[in-house]
């Protein structure tokens, strides 16, 4: 059984502001925004991501040296599999991470970086909340302000005096949360499929497949335009093409083409599972049933200039697969 948990909150950001020149002033403040909680979801009784959801700590860097009950602030770079594990290992209250509005200008190192991290974090069930937003000016203040405060406790005795003179600033992060956290049990999995049937009797079948879900630190934010907005959009574009070509009778080929689009593709394929599940099950009236020439999935094609296929095994001459490679190759060698 799959089981997620609703992954949106409200966070409240109060600022605390102490000002000392001849006399003492308070400035209190506070600024609401939303967070996404990191996914929380079992599959076979494995739990995963965070259980947690509360949060009301003190925001603090993730260069201090403690962290035990602090809400831990990262932006991308921060984010690194040791500062994450380092949070775990001192009980920090929560982890609070800073996204950046342009993606597309995050260096590919960082992003990189950034995807290992998010995988080691998703693999472990934690109690502690970690929660994503989007940056704004007032988040990034905060970030900043909290980065300095860090810097200073780590430099000589006179600099932290005289900051501490100017200013001290405080920033409590507080999640409330009146509705119960409850397992999303009444999950449905939507697979697509679509037939072009081929000319003859009996003829054997292509399945072309692609999932098309995207998975990350919280769905809500993770759009998936590689992995796998671009095996969809090649999938529809080959329904589109081969249409024309089956359309008309003399140029008919003597293959079903089955397209078939899954959901649950992050989820250990489990869409697809169903998927070969409901045909076995249907076997007399099923394409997939002792006739399948060849199965292609499509997934992450957009991810740089290079192709990459990959199979169980180094297909034989004479083979639908062999003469799919050997196309492919003439293409690529042709157009590159």
């Known amino acids: 059984m799959l089981l997620r948990m609703s992954p949106r909150a409200a966070a409240l950001l109060m600022l605390c502001v102490q000002q000392l020149h001849a006399s003492a002033l308070l400035a209190v403040s506070s600024y609401e925004f939303t967070a996404y909680r990191m996914q929380q979801y079992a599959v076979q009784q494995e739990k995963h991501g965070c259980r947690g959801a509360i949060v009301q700590a003190e925001a603090r860097s993730a260069d ?11 932006k991308l770079p921060d984010f690194t599999v040791e500062r994450y594990l380092e949070a775990l290992r001192q009980s920090a209250a929560a982890v609070l991470l800073l996204l950046p509005r342009n993606m597309s200008a995050v260096p590919q190192e960082i992003i990189q970086s950034f995807m290992v991290s998010e995988s080691e974090a998703l693999l472990k069930d934690t109690i502690m909340p970690v929660y994503v937003t989007p940056e704004d000016e007032q988040l990034l203040y905060m970030y900043e302000e909290v980065k300095h405060a860090a810097a200073s406790r780590t430099s000589s005795i006179l600099v932290r005096v005289f900051r501490s003179m100017v200013t001290a600033t405080v920033f409590q992060i507080l999640v409330s949360n009146t509705n119960p956290i409850k397992p999303i049990t009444d999950n449905t999995i939507i697979t697509l499929e679509g ?3 081929g000319a003859g009797e009996d003829v054997p079948t292509i399945v072309i497949t692609a999932h098309y879900d995207s998975y990350g630190l919280t769905p809500w934010l993770s759009y998936g335009a590689d992995s796998n907005g671009s095996g969809v959009t090649i999938l529809l574009e080959l329904v589109r093409l081969f249409q024309k070509l089956y359309s008309k009778p ?16 992050k989820y250990n394929f489990l869409g697809t599972k169903r998927f070969i599940e409901e045909n076995m099950d249907h076997a007399e009236t099923s394409l997939l049933h ?11 094609l957009a991810n740089g200039d290079d192709m990459f296929l990959h199979v169980s095994r180094p297909p ?3 083979t639908p697969q062999h003469a799919f490679v050997q196309q492919l190759e003439q293409v690529v060698s042709s157009r590159f």
Request: proline share 11%; with cysteine; hydrophobic share 40%.
């Open 195 to 197: 037939v072009l049937p």
């Open 64 to 74: 201090e040296p403690v962290l035990t009950r602090r809400c831990v602030i990262m």
């Open 250 to 265: 003399h140029s008919q080929p003597p293959y079903h083409l089955l397209f078939s689009l899954t959901g649950g593709g």
């Open 290 to 300: 002792d006739n399948v020439a060849f199965v292609l999935c499509l997934d992450t």
């Open 316 to 318: 034989k001459p004479g």
